[in-house]
Protein backbone atom coordinates (compact mmCIF):
# COMPACT_ATOMS: atom_id res chain seq x y z
CA UNK A 1 0.00 0.00 0.00
CA UNK A 2 2.83 2.47 0.77
CA UNK A 3 4.33 1.75 -2.84
CA UNK A 4 1.24 2.58 -4.34
CA UNK A 5 0.52 5.57 -2.63
CA UNK A 6 4.34 7.00 -2.96
CA UNK A 7 2.99 6.31 -7.05
CA UNK A 8 -0.26 8.56 -7.09
CA UNK A 9 2.22 11.49 -5.22
CA UNK A 10 4.72 11.77 -7.62
CA UNK A 11 2.08 11.27 -10.22
CA UNK A 12 1.21 14.91 -9.94
CA UNK A 13 4.61 15.74 -11.25
CA UNK A 14 3.64 15.42 -14.88
CA UNK A 15 0.68 17.28 -14.85
CA UNK A 16 2.55 20.38 -13.27
CA UNK A 17 5.28 20.45 -15.94
CA UNK A 18 3.04 19.92 -18.07
CA UNK A 19 1.03 22.91 -17.02
CA UNK A 20 4.03 24.98 -16.98
CA UNK A 21 4.99 24.04 -20.28
CA UNK A 22 1.69 25.42 -21.67
CA UNK A 23 1.81 28.36 -19.61
CA UNK A 24 5.62 29.40 -20.99
CA UNK A 25 4.51 28.60 -24.09
CA UNK A 26 2.16 30.94 -24.78
CA UNK A 27 3.63 33.78 -22.88
CA UNK A 28 6.96 32.72 -25.52
CA UNK A 29 4.24 33.18 -28.58
CA UNK A 30 2.84 36.54 -26.89
CA UNK A 31 6.37 37.92 -26.59
CA UNK A 32 7.40 37.42 -30.04
CA UNK A 33 8.20 40.88 -31.96
CA UNK A 34 5.20 41.66 -34.58
CA UNK A 35 7.07 41.14 -37.77
CA UNK A 36 7.96 37.34 -36.97
CA UNK A 37 4.36 36.89 -35.80
CA UNK A 38 3.25 37.88 -38.71
CA UNK A 39 6.18 35.87 -40.77
CA UNK A 40 4.85 32.71 -39.23
CA UNK A 41 1.02 33.15 -39.67
CA UNK A 42 1.66 33.83 -43.43
CA UNK A 43 3.65 30.34 -43.76
CA UNK A 44 1.47 28.18 -45.47
CA UNK A 45 -0.16 24.68 -43.72
CA UNK A 46 1.79 21.21 -44.05
CA UNK A 47 -1.24 19.92 -46.01
CA UNK A 48 -1.30 23.07 -48.62
CA UNK A 49 2.28 22.15 -49.24
CA UNK A 50 1.45 18.63 -50.17
CA UNK A 51 -1.19 19.44 -52.01
CA UNK A 52 0.67 21.66 -54.50
CA UNK A 53 3.24 19.49 -54.28
CA UNK A 54 1.66 16.77 -55.47
CA UNK A 55 0.48 18.25 -59.41
CA UNK A 56 4.10 18.57 -59.75
CA UNK A 57 5.22 15.11 -59.20
CA UNK A 58 2.32 13.75 -61.96
CA UNK A 59 4.12 16.50 -64.23
CA UNK A 60 7.46 14.92 -63.88
CA UNK A 61 6.67 11.12 -63.87
CA UNK A 62 4.46 11.91 -66.99
CA UNK A 63 7.34 13.93 -68.68
CA UNK A 64 9.86 10.34 -67.44
CA UNK A 65 7.24 8.03 -69.43
CA UNK A 66 7.43 10.45 -72.44
CA UNK A 67 10.89 10.42 -72.08
CA UNK A 68 11.25 6.73 -71.92
CA UNK A 69 8.72 6.40 -74.94
CA UNK A 70 10.49 8.93 -77.38
CA UNK A 71 14.30 6.99 -76.57
CA UNK A 72 12.36 3.37 -77.04
CA UNK A 73 10.58 4.07 -80.43
CA UNK A 74 13.45 6.15 -81.64
CA UNK A 75 15.23 2.73 -81.22
CA UNK A 76 13.33 0.78 -83.15
CA UNK A 77 12.64 3.39 -85.67
CA UNK A 78 16.69 3.23 -86.12
CA UNK A 79 16.75 -0.49 -86.38
CA UNK A 80 14.16 -0.15 -88.86
CA UNK A 81 16.11 2.32 -90.82
CA UNK A 82 19.69 0.43 -90.57
CA UNK A 83 17.51 -3.02 -91.91
CA UNK A 84 17.42 -0.74 -95.53
CA UNK A 85 13.81 -2.10 -95.80
CA UNK A 86 11.65 0.98 -96.33
CA UNK A 87 8.54 -1.17 -95.12
CA UNK A 88 9.92 -3.29 -92.64
CA UNK A 89 8.56 -3.94 -89.39
CA UNK A 90 9.34 -4.77 -85.32
CA UNK A 91 7.85 -6.64 -83.36
CA UNK A 92 6.78 -4.71 -80.00
CA UNK A 93 5.93 -5.62 -76.44
CA UNK A 94 3.03 -2.92 -75.28
CA UNK A 95 2.31 -2.21 -71.79
CA UNK A 96 -0.72 -0.09 -71.37
CA UNK A 97 -1.97 2.92 -68.94
CA UNK A 98 -4.59 2.59 -66.77
CA UNK A 99 -5.58 1.40 -63.11
CA UNK A 100 -4.76 -2.11 -63.64
CA UNK A 101 -5.43 -3.84 -60.19
CA UNK A 102 -3.79 -7.22 -60.09
CA UNK A 103 -6.30 -10.10 -59.99
CA UNK A 104 -7.76 -11.18 -56.24
CA UNK A 105 -7.83 -14.96 -55.98
CA UNK A 106 -10.34 -14.56 -53.32
CA UNK A 107 -12.40 -11.97 -54.99
CA UNK A 108 -15.63 -13.31 -57.32
CA UNK A 109 -15.46 -14.12 -60.60
CA UNK A 110 -17.31 -11.24 -61.78
CA UNK A 111 -14.28 -8.72 -60.52
CA UNK A 112 -12.02 -10.95 -62.07
CA UNK A 113 -14.42 -10.80 -65.83
CA UNK A 114 -15.04 -7.14 -65.07
CA UNK A 115 -10.86 -6.72 -64.94
CA UNK A 116 -10.53 -8.61 -68.48
CA UNK A 117 -13.15 -6.93 -70.11
CA UNK A 118 -11.46 -3.50 -68.82
CA UNK A 119 -8.11 -4.73 -70.23
CA UNK A 120 -9.58 -5.86 -73.65
CA UNK A 121 -10.86 -2.51 -74.46
CA UNK A 122 -8.00 -0.72 -73.43
CA UNK A 123 -6.48 -3.23 -76.28
CA UNK A 124 -9.00 -2.59 -78.63
CA UNK A 125 -8.68 1.33 -78.16
CA UNK A 126 -4.94 1.54 -78.73
CA UNK A 127 -4.98 -1.11 -81.74
CA UNK A 128 -7.63 1.13 -83.52
CA UNK A 129 -4.95 4.48 -83.29
CA UNK A 130 -2.56 2.05 -84.78
CA UNK A 131 -1.70 1.17 -88.83
CA UNK A 132 -0.52 -3.12 -88.21
CA UNK A 133 -0.28 -4.78 -91.76
CA UNK A 134 -0.23 -8.28 -90.60
CA UNK A 135 -2.93 -8.76 -88.47
CA UNK A 136 -2.06 -11.97 -87.45
CA UNK A 137 0.57 -10.49 -85.56
CA UNK A 138 -1.38 -9.29 -83.06
CA UNK A 139 -1.43 -10.98 -79.56
CA UNK A 140 -3.92 -9.96 -76.76
CA UNK A 141 -3.34 -11.32 -73.44
CA UNK A 142 -6.80 -11.83 -71.12
CA UNK A 143 -5.24 -11.33 -67.80
CA UNK A 144 -2.17 -8.52 -68.27
CA UNK A 145 -2.32 -5.31 -69.18
CA UNK A 146 0.12 -6.08 -72.78
CA UNK A 147 -0.03 -6.92 -76.05
CA UNK A 148 2.54 -7.61 -78.84
CA UNK A 149 1.89 -6.48 -82.58
CA UNK A 150 4.49 -6.15 -85.36
CA UNK A 151 4.69 -2.05 -86.47
CA UNK A 152 6.21 -0.15 -89.39
CA UNK A 153 7.43 3.14 -88.91
CA UNK A 154 4.22 4.17 -89.86
CA UNK A 155 2.24 2.18 -86.72
CA UNK A 156 5.71 3.19 -84.56
CA UNK A 157 5.15 7.06 -85.31
CA UNK A 158 0.81 6.49 -84.68
CA UNK A 159 2.59 4.73 -81.19
CA UNK A 160 4.66 7.27 -79.96
CA UNK A 161 1.17 9.64 -80.17
CA UNK A 162 -1.21 7.51 -78.27
CA UNK A 163 -2.04 8.05 -74.95
CA UNK A 164 -2.77 4.62 -73.86
CA UNK A 165 0.80 3.46 -74.06
CA UNK A 166 3.04 2.86 -70.87
CA UNK A 167 5.90 1.13 -72.22
CA UNK A 168 7.17 -0.16 -75.00
CA UNK A 169 9.23 -3.24 -75.35
CA UNK A 170 11.17 -5.15 -78.44
CA UNK A 171 10.16 -8.88 -78.51
CA UNK A 172 13.38 -10.21 -79.13
CA UNK A 173 14.12 -13.79 -79.50
CA UNK A 174 17.56 -15.08 -76.84
CA UNK A 175 19.07 -18.41 -77.09
CA UNK A 176 18.57 -20.85 -74.78
CA UNK A 177 21.16 -21.70 -72.45
CA UNK A 178 21.10 -24.26 -69.75
CA UNK A 179 24.90 -23.07 -67.80
CA UNK A 180 23.48 -21.57 -65.23
CA UNK A 181 19.45 -22.38 -65.16
CA UNK A 182 20.25 -25.53 -62.29
CA UNK A 183 22.32 -22.97 -59.68
CA UNK A 184 19.91 -20.18 -60.42
CA UNK A 185 16.84 -21.95 -58.95
CA UNK A 186 18.33 -23.78 -56.21
CA UNK A 187 18.28 -27.35 -57.69
CA UNK A 188 21.60 -28.49 -56.61
CA UNK A 189 20.78 -27.27 -52.86
CA UNK A 190 17.28 -29.18 -53.28
CA UNK A 191 19.24 -32.45 -54.21
CA UNK A 192 21.38 -32.17 -51.52
CA UNK A 193 18.22 -32.11 -48.90
CA UNK A 194 17.02 -35.72 -50.73
CA UNK A 195 14.55 -34.01 -52.38
CA UNK A 196 13.76 -35.87 -56.18
CA UNK A 197 9.74 -34.47 -56.92
CA UNK A 198 8.74 -38.07 -56.28
CA UNK A 199 4.82 -37.94 -56.21
CA UNK A 200 4.55 -34.10 -56.97
CA UNK A 201 3.50 -32.53 -60.60
CA UNK A 202 6.03 -30.74 -62.13
CA UNK A 203 5.11 -28.14 -64.76
CA UNK A 204 8.43 -28.11 -67.07
CA UNK A 205 8.84 -24.87 -69.42
CA UNK A 206 11.59 -25.43 -72.21
CA UNK A 207 12.47 -25.43 -75.76
CA UNK A 208 11.49 -28.60 -75.88
CA UNK A 209 11.80 -32.19 -74.30
CA UNK A 210 13.07 -35.66 -75.78
CA UNK A 211 9.65 -37.75 -75.05
CA UNK A 212 12.18 -40.97 -75.42
CA UNK A 213 14.31 -40.36 -72.48
CA UNK A 214 14.38 -42.81 -69.75
CA UNK A 215 13.49 -40.00 -67.17
CA UNK A 216 10.17 -39.23 -68.83
CA UNK A 217 9.07 -42.78 -69.28
CA UNK A 218 5.81 -43.23 -68.46
CA UNK A 219 5.60 -39.90 -66.41
CA UNK A 220 4.22 -37.10 -69.10
CA UNK A 221 0.35 -36.79 -68.17
CA UNK A 222 0.02 -33.63 -70.86
CA UNK A 223 2.30 -31.44 -72.82
CA UNK A 224 1.79 -28.19 -74.88
CA UNK A 225 3.48 -26.36 -77.60
CA UNK A 226 3.37 -22.24 -77.76
CA UNK A 227 5.28 -20.56 -80.50
CA UNK A 228 5.66 -17.94 -82.85
CA UNK A 229 5.65 -16.77 -86.75
CA UNK A 230 6.75 -13.24 -87.27
CA UNK A 231 7.81 -12.05 -90.55
CA UNK A 232 9.91 -9.00 -87.80
CA UNK A 233 11.63 -11.61 -85.86
CA UNK A 234 12.21 -13.86 -88.92
CA UNK A 235 10.44 -17.23 -87.12
CA UNK A 236 8.43 -19.66 -87.82
CA UNK A 237 6.62 -21.68 -85.53
CA UNK A 238 7.44 -25.53 -84.46
CA UNK A 239 4.12 -26.50 -83.14
CA UNK A 240 2.83 -29.54 -85.10
CA UNK A 241 1.51 -27.97 -88.64
CA UNK A 242 2.87 -25.15 -87.75
CA UNK A 243 -0.07 -23.90 -85.24
CA UNK A 244 0.89 -20.89 -82.95
CA UNK A 245 -0.19 -23.35 -80.23
CA UNK A 246 -0.70 -27.43 -79.64
CA UNK A 247 -2.23 -29.51 -76.61
CA UNK A 248 -1.54 -32.76 -79.33
CA UNK A 249 -0.01 -35.80 -78.16
CA UNK A 250 3.89 -35.22 -78.96
CA UNK A 251 3.38 -31.34 -79.01
CA UNK A 252 5.92 -30.84 -77.00
CA UNK A 253 8.50 -33.43 -78.69
CA UNK A 254 11.80 -31.58 -78.91
CA UNK A 255 11.96 -32.65 -83.02
Known amino acids: MKRLKTQDRFSILPVIVLVLGLIIGSSAQLSLPASAQAGRDQQPAL ?24 QKIAALQEKIKESGKEDDVVRVIIGLRGDFQPEDKTASGRNAQARREKIGLAQDALLNKLFVRDLASIKKFRTIPYLVVELNKTGLEQLRAAEEVESV ?33 VAILDTGVDNDHNFLAGKVVSEACFS ?5 SNTTSICPGGAASST ?8
Open 47 to 70: GVNAASDEPQSSHEAEANRRARLE
Open 169 to 201: TEDQHDPPSLAQSTAQIGAPAAWNLGFTGQGQT
Open 228 to 232: TTSAA
Open 248 to 255: AQNSADNV
